[in-house]
């Protein structure tokens, strides 16, 4: 008996030594505010490592990371807000969270200390950390002697020094933002909202004046200094009533870009768009500072949707013509410029529309090439005097920070922090497809196979949908922590041999103006429901799906659609992972846009409800796994609340996990381990797989 069971013993080891847990697949930390000193010599990023969140310095040309805080503890406190001095020799940051609207500071692990932003200064010469105060948003003046900052909704300063007590620098109405120095560091503008409009300020440091430049009825935003310090650009967007979220919006009134000269004290519009579509400014773009650069010969770049694509276009304000300069059908992000102001480097997908690579462009030459390339994805670049540093990832491996060779390869930075517990073996290659939606529209997705797939074996499926709505899933491992999540989860499903499918529905980015504006998306109609049906019949069409087990998983968007695909499709789709989804588009619209009202606005509304999960209950079959924060700030809580209450007096099954005091994108480690683990539970459960 012993000689027969010490072998089934061993088999039973090596069974789980080898087994791989949803926790595994979260492991690797996390980088995000890669940034870099403006003399190139430093970069800092914060690693967030199973919810440890630090700030990580490794100095040009070997890069080697060193740790200049050492927080620990899964603590859901975040890491936010980098900024070098322009020395190079002091970083700032932001460590806390931001307040509810009853003022509270997000707490979901329940310290019995204040998680309020605040301010820190770290000494990277004397290896110090000192706290400045509670505050946001911190800006380092040119001559690194001060630090302003906003402290809600006013504007303070501190000595970088720490040699002068902070004091609040003027007192003015509206919410103060967008900090910026001037090049000699005796001026700062700044954007002051005003609810539907706001102003341009303009405060001097020498004779503690406040000013207006701007008082008009438009919002200008995205404030410029040139260079030199002589002139100021801004972008000038005109206000337009009853314009609300997740409704299409493929054009409106043009926006503009202003430029005043100190000198002479006029103020111009250099350029204005074109009317028709692209005309409306796209203000929600990841950029690393500003969306209006300088050039080394005073022209401006910017980004316009005149093809129909987030491009960028070179401005000369003297002749008021704007040049197209990055051509092709894709999208940009992450534009900054070099510090002589004579290259742009730039994020985007021009040539590999499901991926992220690294461009430049040459104002001198009005070259433009592409720096990284294959089946990688690369964002977030920044300039180093040993070339760039971005963050990458790939198709088995998270983000992570990497020097770019001259040959566009990448050389990872700080490569002994990667786990040995992540499981990279076993991820597989997501394959590119594209459905066709139930009214004929193509849709293009990302289709994950089990390693052990055979040609006509049946497999339990799932269909992923993301939130935003304007987000895109990548053949990889996505640049958003949320999302990154979210593809490990998928890769998970598919190690334990579902066919998982990844849809980039309409209303997404990275396809153009017209498919991010699609007609009658979301609140105007939910014709993204037909991308959800679509892709229920593309699997169930597949000879490898065993179609009565086809479930549903999203969250955010992603919950709304998975909710509208259970009340509208229960025969097509057997179960579903809602998680904080949008059910009433009323409720929603309201906390983005609190001037909407549901009288006032009764036709938007009525079809606002119509396009919701709430208004197709009676069709809902289907058992649903329900997960949201009970602090979060961007879908109400009431959401899964009412959800709760209308599937009860129906009887339809549904399992609920309720986190205590999160938020929407999850800010404990654990909590993103329970969550998915708990929906791999529910799906399996009921399929019995």
């Known amino acids: 008996m012993r000689n027969l069971l010490l072998p089934v013993v061993f088999v039973f080891l090596l ?20 940034k870099s000193s403006a003399d190139g010599k430093k970069i800092a990023w914060v690693f967030n490592n199973k919810g440890s969140r630090n700030i990580f310095v490794a100095e040009a040309p070997l890069f080697i990371g060193k740790d200049i805080t050492k927080f620990s503890g899964d603590d859901g406190v975040d890491i936010n807000s980098l900024q070098f001095s322009s020395n190079g020799k002091q970083l700032v940051f932001v460590k806390g969270n931001p307040p509810n609207t009853r003022g509270e ?17 770290a000494d990277l010469s004397a290896d110090s950390l000192r706290k400045i105060g509670t505050g946001f948003y911190p800006r380092f003046s040119p001559d690194c002697k001060t630090i302003a900052y906003l402290k809600q909704t006013e504007i303070w300063s501190a000595n970088a020094d720490g040699s002068k007590t902070n004091e609040r620098l003027f007192t003015a109405r509206g919410s103060q933002n967008s900090i910026r120095w001037s090049p000699d560091s005796k001026k700062i503008v700044f954007v002051s909202s005003r609810g539907d409009h706001s102003f341009l300020g303009l405060y001097d440091i020498d004779i503690k004046k406040v000013e207006y430049i ?6 200008h935003i995205q404030p410029a200094f040139s260079p030199d310090g002589k002139q100021l650009a801004w972008i000038s967007v005109p206000t337009q009533k009853d ?3 997740f409704i299409p919006e493929r054009e409106g009134l043009p926006f503009s870009i202003q430029v005043k000269d100190f000198y002479s004290g006029i103020i111009k519009e250099v350029w204005k768009a074109d009317p028709g579509p692209g005309s409306k400014f796209f203000n929600d773009l990841p950029v690393t500072d500003n969306m209006l650069l300088w050039t080394f010969n005073n022209q401006l770049i910017f980004p316009w949707e005149k093809d129909g694509w987030v491009h960028l276009y070179q401005l000369d304000p003297a002749t008021g013509k704007a040049q197209l300069i990055t051509p092709g059908d894709g999208e940009v992000e992450n534009v900054i410029i070099s510090r002589d102001g004579q290259t742009v480097y730039y994020t985007c997908n021009i040539a590999d529309i499901d991926r992220r690579h690294i461009w430049k462009r040459d104002i001198r030459n009005n070259i433009s090439l592409q720096v990284t390339t294959g089946k990688g994805i690369e964002w977030s670049p920044v300039i180093t005097e040993s070339g760039l540093v971005v963050l990458h990832s790939g198709s088995n491996r998270p983000a992570w920070p990497a020097q770019v060779k001259p040959d566009g390869s990448l050389t990872d930075i700080m490569p002994g922090q ?11 290659e997501p394959q590119a497809v ?10 293009p997705a990302q289709l994950f196979f089990p390693k052990n797939h055979k040609a006509g074996e049946k497999h339990p499926a799932l269909i992923f949908f993301h939130g935003g709505s304007k987000r895109q899933m990548l053949l990889g491992f996505n640049y958003g922590q949320y999302y990154s999540n979210a593809y490990a989860l998928n890769q998970y499903f598919a190690d334990k041999g579902y066919i998982v499918l990844s849809v980039n529905y309409r209303s997404g980015i990275g396809y153009g103006l017209n498919f991010r504006e699609a007609l009658n998306y979301g609140a105007d109609g939910a014709s993204e429901v037909n991308d959800v049906i679509g892709a229920g019949l593309y699997l169930k069409s597949r000879n490898d799906i065993d179609d009565k087990r086809i479930a549903l998983w999203g969250g955010s968007y992603g919950g709304y659609l998975t909710a509208m695909g259970l009340a509208q499709a229960s025969d097509l789709f057997a179960c579903g992972v809602d998680i904080h989804g949008v059910h009433n588009w009323n409720e929603v619209i309201k906390n983005f846009a609190p001037s909407f009202d549901t009288e006032k606005h009764a036709v938007i509304a009525k079809k606002a409800l119509e396009s919701s999960p709430m208004n197709f209950l009676d069709g809902w079959k289907s058992p649903v796994l329900l997960i949201h924060g009970d602090d979060d700030r961007n879908v109400p809580f009431g959401e899964t609340v ?37 929906s791999y539970r529910f799906v399996s459960g009921y399929f019995k797989q």
């Open 642 to 678: 009412n959800i709760a209450e209308q599937l009860r007096k129906r009887n339809i099954p549904f399992e609920q996990l309720i986190l205590p005091d999160e938020v929407h994108s999850f800010l404990l480690h654990k909590n993103w381990v329970k969550v998915y683990e708990a």
């Open 434 to 443: 594209q459905i066709t939606a139930k009214d004929g529209m193509k849709i």
């Open 105 to 121: 500071a997000a707490n979901p692990a329940l310290l019995q200390t204040p998680t309020e932003r605040t301010i820190w200064i």
């Open 15 to 34: 069974t789980n030594i080898n087994a791989q847990t949803i926790s595994d697949y979260l492991s690797v930390p996390f980088p995000t505010e890669l």
């Open 418 to 428: 990667f786990p040995t517990s992540f499981p990279q073996n076993k991820m597989v």
């Open 214 to 219: 701007t008082t008009t009825v438009d919002n």
């Open 243 to 245: 314009i609300f979220p």
